[in-house]
């Protein structure tokens, strides 16, 4: 019993502090493999987090980014802004990419208020996409 009221009360102190540790981004519109024809829209999803514009500095919160062809950034910087790493900091859930024909990979990194990734770093898996 001791045991139990413990782990309870555990959930009802740290529950809030650990609740960005279920949050999760994800593609709502393709998977890994699929062939796509270019431009090509993409429609970002996110479970347990709200989705606002960089600057807005709210618990359970950030902006997409889009990484396109490249690794995760350093995760205690900011996310690098260049033509591999897309930040939606107007709260974007979707946006239209021109690819080359070809293999090309993406992946949705949530980043807070300064493009920081929040810690555990809330993100996509890494999907494989073919232009035709």
């Not at 309870?8 to 593609?27: Q, R, T, W």
């Not at 999803?45 to 889009?66: C, F, Q, R, W, Y």
């Not at 990484?67 to 979707?94: C, R, W, Y």
């Given at each position: 019993?001791?045991?139990?009221?413990?782990?309870?009360?555990?959930?009802?102190?740290?529950?809030?502090?650990?609740?960005?540790d279920k949050?999760?981004?994800?593609?709502?519109?393709?998977?890994?493999?699929?062939?796509?024809?270019?431009?090509?829209?993409?429609?970002?999803?996110?479970?347990?987090?709200?989705?606002?514009?960089?600057?807005?500095?709210?618990?359970?919160?950030?902006?997409?980014?889009?990484?396109?062809?490249?690794?995760l950034?350093?995760?205690?910087?900011?996310?690098?802004?260049?033509?591999?790493?897309?930040?939606?900091?107007?709260?974007?859930?979707?946006?239209?990419?021109?690819?080359?024909?070809?293999?090309?990979?993406?992946?949705?990194?949530?980043?807070?208020?300064?493009?920081?990734?929040?810690?555990?770093?809330?993100?996509?898996?890494?999907?494989?996409?073919?232009?035709?």
């Amino acid at each position: 019993m001791k045991y139990l009221l413990i782990v309870l009360l555990s959930i009802f102190v740290f529950g809030p502090a650990l609740a960005k540790d279920k949050g999760e981004v994800f593609f709502e519109n393709l998977h890994d493999g699929d062939k796509v024809h270019s431009p090509l829209v993409v429609k970002f999803g996110v479970k347990g987090m709200n989705i606002i514009p960089a600057g807005t500095d709210e618990p359970m919160s950030g902006h997409h980014h889009l990484l396109v062809d490249t690794h995760l950034p350093n995760m205690s910087e900011p996310i690098p802004a260049d033509e591999n790493h897309i930040h939606f900091g107007k709260g974007q859930l979707e946006t239209t990419i021109e690819l080359l024909p070809g293999r090309h990979t993406l992946q949705l990194l949530l980043g807070n208020w300064t493009h920081i990734p929040h810690s555990p770093p809330i993100k996509s898996n890494k999907i494989t996409v073919i232009v035709e």
